[in-house]
């Protein structure tokens, strides 16, 4: 079978760990899709994609238009662009987060604004983001952190009241509920998905802009292709000549190619069985690791789900270990962890930048210093997640 290989590469969940922190969930599905684009002639953007962003829709439900791109992080800043975002904006969004949540407004010359977050949640703490507020705010970028929904009641009431753009980072969040409204549906402006390869639906690299609002989702469609008046598949299956098209404004390279909507087809539709597993194995856990001196994570409330993309559990004071220690003990047993994240306001570019202190970010700092994620993915057996729990426990001795 791999006769004709040029560079195989061993499986991944044959490296140094046995039991590696994240695998993404592929299975023969997803291979055989693959397999019938690449025969297609269909690498790029092609029918798959088409059939992707309409599944993801009725996924979703409701009034929704999706746009598959390449990232999140291009999705983001596609639809930062649909809003008009200008050089000098400020834009309000979480320190405990991945870089590309706040990157993309500097792509602009515009300027996030750090906030802390809701140690109750891990999320963005609306009461920061009101505290924030000034002449210059044009719009919020909460993130669904680890899979569990921001308090959204509180963020549109803010948004709503002061006629804000707000932009969900849900690169976590699939299927996450908000007070029982699937992200990804809500009444925001946007919400934007990864599907990098750890996250709960992987195509490699991959992520999908979903929006209620028409003329944003035309906007993002047109700027995703170099701002052309038709992408390929349209010209492809047009009566108008394919290279007759119009560049109406100076856009990006974000399309996704027919190759990641294979995967994201078979994906998409395994994502109830995937969800429920994670869920399975977060019960497993909070199961397992009561009565340890740890915090486990935040659960949802009321009607929110949790989509549990990250186990986060925290450390307290009076465990035997040190976080750093904990991971490199795992680690000695084969079992990768993870930290999620070191906060934007201690990386050098954002700390220089705003001249940030960690003071003034104290809930975002404390669950740094403490926090660890253990690995949570659809790939792992309950013997895994055994093999976890009994390593937990055996380190922070009890
Ligand atoms: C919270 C968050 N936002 C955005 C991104 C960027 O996603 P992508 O890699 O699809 O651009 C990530 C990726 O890890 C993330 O964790």
């Not at 009725?58 to 662009?81: C, I, R, Y």
């Not at 983001?129 to 899979?147: D, Q």
């Not at 948004?159 to 699939?174: M, Q, V, Y």
């Not at 119009?246 to 994502?271: C, E, F, R, W």
Request: a negative charge.
């Amino acid at each position: 079978m791999f006769a004709a290989c040029l560079h195989r590469v061993p499986a991944l969940a044959m490296s140094d760990f046995s039991l590696p922190f994240a695998l993404p969930d592929i299975g023969e599905e997803e291979i055989a899709e693959v397999v019938d684009s690449l025969r297609s002639g269909w690498i790029s953007t092609g029918p798959k994609v088409q059939a992707f962003e309409q599944r993801f829709a009725e996924f979703l439900g409701g009034d929704v238009h999706t746009v598959a791109v390449n990232s999140a992080t291009g999705g983001m800043h596609l639809a930062l662009e649909a809003v008009g975002l200008q050089p000098g904006d400020e834009v309000i969004t979480t320190t405990f987060t991945f870089t590309a949540t706040a990157e993309v407004i500097r792509y602009f010359g515009a300027d996030p604004v750090l906030v802390d977050i809701d140690p109750g949640t891990l999320c963005i703490d609306p009461r920061a983001v009101e505290a924030k507020l000034s002449a210059r705010t044009r719009g919020i970028l909460p993130v669904h952190y680890g899979g569990l929904a921001c308090d959204m009641e509180s963020l549109q009431r803010i948004a709503s009241s002061r006629e804000l753009f707000l932009i969900e980072d849900a690169a976590h969040a699939l299927p996450t509920r908000a007070d029982g409204e699937l992200v990804g549906a809500l009444d925001t402006t946007a919400a934007v998905f990864s599907f990098y390869a750890t996250k709960p639906l992987a195509t490699g690299e991959g992520g999908m802009v979903a929006t209620r609002d028409p003329d944003l989702a035309a906007r993002v469609r047109t700027m995703r292709l170099h701002g052309m008046s038709r992408d390929a598949f349209d010209r492809y299956v047009s009566d108008v000549p394919a290279w007759r098209y119009d560049i109406v404004a100076p856009g990006y390279k974000y399309n996704m190619t027919d190759v990641a909507a294979s995967m994201g087809l078979h994906q998409l539709a395994k994502a109830a069985r995937f969800a429920a597993r994670r869920t399975e194995i977060a019960e497993a856990y909070d199961d397992g690791l009561v009565g340890l001196p740890l915090e486990l994570p935040p659960r949802p409330r009321g009607l929110s789900t949790h989509a549990w993309h990250l186990y986060v559990i925290r450390l307290d004071r009076q465990a035997p270990v040190t976080r750093d220690r904990f991971i490199e003990l795992m680690s000695e047993r084969g079992i990768g962890c993870s930290v999620h994240y070191v906060p934007l306001h201690l990386h050098s570019y954002w700390r220089d930048r705003y001249k940030l202190s960690e003071d003034e970010f104290p809930a975002a700092q404390a669950t740094f210093e403490c926090c660890v994620s253990l690995p949570i993915y659809t790939r792992m057996s309950n013997d895994d997640v055994a093999r976890v729990i009994d390593a937990t426990r055996a380190i922070l001795g009890q």
